[in-house]
């Protein structure tokens, strides 16, 4: 069997987008077909297109919309690795940047004579996401230059604006009502932030992370690594304390995300963060992620809140993260509020992909 599909690179991770009634086509569930086409379950994924790690072994499934109010209808995917699964428990802010692109690409809006908006709808998160891409003349500009850091090609600007995103998966911007909840493993005692904004996440501050003192550049290196097994039972943790599920074993691996948030040491930028993505340091900063933070450094009493620069809590913010500095916005849009960041998005190939048999072990 085989499918087309097209790699685009949204942000700083990369995804292969299908359209929906490809994939129905197929015969097959997008939980039996993605596993397969991605080569998992391999560290490697050497079998397939997956790439290895976590920014690039995504996927976004997409289709046109049917309501008069929106131009797309995605979902996005993350593959399993090392094992044969699909997690699907977590929009991803950078991906989310490929379905405008492909949109206007496939024709599947008409592009206006300077900007094109194209209205977005996440079904993972119940999240609208207004894109904004500029089109100059009409058109899409035939040598993309836009450049965000933790990339080395530019692409094509794209503004991803989430519209009143707080709340969107547990009801709440603070599931728990507090800024400040303490969680407890293995009898120890860290405090967190717990925001609903974007995507689930969990914010510890340098010093429940155990990288006090430390200067932000070292922060992604071995002073994590050897803290991945603590952090990610706070995460888990702070899953059970938002409500998203009854025990810390049971929580998903994508959700929710975990971030650290400090003070800057300098006038570049607001705050210093670092998050992790599937249990490893992001190398740059997860879109979700950044509307998740951007909320939290807008909501008083919480660690971001407290790390940022006095009179900093409106309009943009200077995130440092591993790759660079990143800018995100709060705004108004037509009445509503917009929580969101400038991203590119490149499309790198048009495909057929084949589809091979399940593993025996995963045949059922």
């Known amino acids: 069997m085989q499918i087309s599909a097209s790699w685009v690179r949204g942000g700083t991770s990369k995804c292969w987008v299908f359209e929906r009634e490809h ?29 290895a790690t976590s920014t690039t072994s ?37 991906c989310s940047a490929t379905a405008g692109l492909y949109a206007l690409e496939r024709g599947w809006v008409q592009l206006a004579d300077d900007v094109t908006y194209v209205r977005t709808f996440n079904t993972n998160s119940g999240q609208k996401v207004v894109q904004r891409v500029p089109t100059p003349g009409g058109a899409l500009p ?28 547990t009801g709440k911007l603070l599931p728990t009502g507090s800024g400040i909840d303490v969680l407890t493993v293995d009898g120890v005692d860290y405090p967190v932030s717990i925001v609903d904004a974007g995507a689930p996440s969990v914010i510890l501050s340098p010093e429940t992370a155990g990288l006090a003192g430390l200067p932000h550049a070292e922060w992604a290196g071995a002073a994590i690594t050897e803290k991945l097994s603590v952090l990610d039972k706070i995460r888990r943790a702070g899953a059970v304390a938002m409500g998203m599920t009854p025990t810390p074993e049971a929580a998903e691996r994508a959700v929710p995300k975990l971030g650290i948030a400090g003070p800057a040491e300098d006038e570049d930028a607001d705050i210093e963060v670092l998050m992790l993505s599937m249990g490893k340091p992001h190398p740059a900063m997860p879109i979700t992620g950044s509307v998740a933070m951007t909320m939290a450094v807008l909501t008083e009493g919480t660690v971001p809140h407290q790390a940022v620069k006095p009179g900093r809590t409106t309009g943009k913010l200077r995130f440092r993260t591993p790759a660079g500095i990143i ?29 091979p048999d399940a593993p025996l072990e995963y045949a059922a």
Request: overall charge negative.
């Open 58 to 94: 995504k996927a976004v499934i997409l289709e046109p919309s049917a309501d008069a109010d929106l131009d797309v209808v995605y979902t996005f995917a993350q593959v399993g690795i090392e094992e044969f699964t699909v997690d699907w428990g977590s929009n991803c802010g950078n």
């Open 23 to 51: 994939i129905e086509g197929t015969g097959l569930t997008a939980d039996q077909l993605l596993p397969r086409v991605y080569g998992s379950p391999d560290l490697r994924q050497i079998d397939g297109v997956g790439g």
């Open 142 to 169: 035939a040598e993309p230059s836009a450049v965000i850091p933790g990339t080395v090609y530019p692409g094509h600007e794209v503004g991803l604006g989430f519209v009143d995103p707080g709340g969107k998966t």
């Open 327 to 355: 800018v995100t916005f709060a705004d108004d849009f037509g009445g509503e509020l917009i929580v969101g960041a400038d991203r590119t998005a490149r499309t790198l190939a048009d495909a057929t992909l084949y589809i």
